[in-house]
Every structure is written in C-alpha cells, then in structure tokens.
C-alpha cells in the first residue's frame, strides 16, 4: 500500500475507532466527524473521490443527524433511499475506492475474491453509530458469553447447511492477508452493515411496534431487517440471500438482547473469519 492509501483509510479506520472516545476536538467538533472530513480530505487530493461524492455524502449525514433528533418517519425512509447509492457503490457518485484484492483464489476450488476498502459504504456506517451512539457501561463478559453461545449454534447449523447445499467445504487455511481482512471487515464492511441493518432498519421497526404491539415487535422488526440483510446480498445468488438471511437472524438477536451494535459486529466478523479460514471462501466455484 502506498502513502495514499494509507492516508486516506488510516484516517477512515480512526474515525471509525473514536466513535468509542467521548471527546470533541475544540470542545464542539466529534472525532468521527473530523476523521471523516480528513479522510475525504485525502480522497480527493488523491482522486478516490469526487466533489459530488463528498457533497453526496455530507447530504447524507445531515440526514442522519436530523433523524435522531426528531426520528420522523419520512426522514427515515429519505436516509434509507439515500444510502442506497452508497452502500452499493454507484459509479455515478464518483468514488474510487482502493482494490487490495484482485479476483484471487483463496483456494484451488473457490470462486474469486476481491477485497475493496469503501469509504463510501463505512461513511454511512459512521454516521448512523456516530449520532445514536450512547455511552453507558456495559458488562463486557455477559456480552461475550451471549455472542459465543451464538456464534456457536450458528457456526454448526451454517457450516453443515452450506456444505450439505454444496455451497462451501472444510478447507482450513491460513491466508496471508487475514491481518488486514480483520481490519477491513471488522472497522468497515461490518460496521456498516450492522449500523443499516441492526442499528437503523431493526431498531427503527422495534421502537415504532413497541408502544402499541410490543408483543410482535421484535419478531417483526428481526424478520424485516434479516430479510433486507438477505436480499442485500443479492449478487451472491438465492442460496447467498438465504444463508445471508439465516445470518441476519442471529445478528440480530444478539443485538437485540445486549442492546449494543458492537455486539453484532463482533458476532458477524467472527463467523466470517472462521468461514475464511475453515471452509472455501467466499463459495465453491
């Protein structure tokens, strides 16, 4: 990696991180915001991203920011129209975001597999954590228990679904990119997955039902946001969009039950990580 790319996404990864330090710079500007800003700053001095794209983008953040001060109905379905664009790195917009991997395989048998950094995508997972975030303590090993019990069940109904579908096999490997796959779809890829999923759409659906059929409100607000969690994935084929579905379901459960995104995120990097170095990744070709 070059200077470039080292400059734009250290500072995407450190806006990413200090979306966790309640600290202001100059006492009034958060440090995801600022991180952010000098992240596109980069971008742009290096051509990764367009004046439309950081206009497109900061269009967005106001949006975000404006839902959780009156969480309005019509700015929802507005912030979820807007991100569209940005979650599935519409050309139009202008980003060039850094290719690590280019259609590798990662084994003899599996289908090929790039790995992107995409500031696009991770800004709007900034914005929506940044703006709900709430700071409160939290019983880290309760946590961690309730998410390995999980990654547990799923780990076992996944891997024996999926072989059985012939979609992966048992093909343990050590990958000489892992460090850097960990960063990358921990800090970026589920950050901002959790955040429109989790985090907005489920949340969002809960805290709407709740007042009034508080006896369906989760399952419904789990159903909803797993099947768009699902249909999101929709590149990989139908039995991607099932398994992603199945998925969205334990990730979503565990964010519902310790009321904490970071659960969800760490739910999600850790099945992908033992997907990629137990079993042919991304698919059998």
């Not at 995409?118 to 309760?142: E, H, M, P, R, W």
């Not at 547990?152 to 012939?166: E, K, R, S, W």
Request: aromatic residues 18%; positive net charge.
């Amino acid at each position: 990696m070059d200077v470039p790319v080292l400059l734009t996404y250290g500072s995407l990864l450190i806006a990413v991180i200090s979306i966790w330090f309640p600290y202001k710079l100059l006492k009034k500007i958060p440090l995801p915001l600022f991180f952010l800003a000098l992240s596109f700053l980069f971008a742009l001095l290096f051509d990764r991203a367009s004046m439309l794209s950081f206009m497109y983008t900061g269009g967005l953040g106001f949006i975000v920011y404006r839902y959780y001060k009156k969480k309005h109905i019509v700015l929802l379905f507005l912030l979820l129209i807007v991100s569209i664009p940005l979650l599935f790195h519409f050309s139009i917009l202008g980003f060039d975001n850094y290719k690590y991997l280019d259609a590798i395989r990662v084994s003899e048998n599996s289908t090929p597999y790039s790995l992107y950094f995409n500031l696009d995508k991770t800004a709007v997972g900034i914005f929506i954590i940044g703006f709900s975030f709430q700071y409160v303590t939290v019983d880290f090993l309760a946590i961690l228990k309730r998410i390995l019990i999980c990654f547990i069940i799923m780990a076992l109904l996944f891997f024996v679904l999926a072989t059985l579908l012939g979609y992966s096999k048992f093909e343990p490997k050590l990958p000489h990119f892992t460090p850097i796959w960990i960063l990358v779809n921990l800090f970026f890829t589920c950050l901002a997955e959790e955040a429109i999923f989790r985090r907005l759409i489920q949340q969002s659906i809960y805290d709407s039902l709740s007042k009034r059929h508080a006896k369906y409100a989760f399952i419904i607000s789990l159903s909803v946001a797993s099947l768009a969690f699902g249909l999101a994935h929709f590149n990989g084929g139908i039995m991607y969009i099932l398994l992603a579905s199945i998925a969205g379901l334990f990730y979503g459960y565990v964010y519902h039950t310790t009321k904490r995104i970071e659960s969800a995120m760490l739910l999600h990097v850790l099945f992908n990580l033992t997907h990629l170095l137990l079993f042919t990744y991304p698919s059998l070709a």
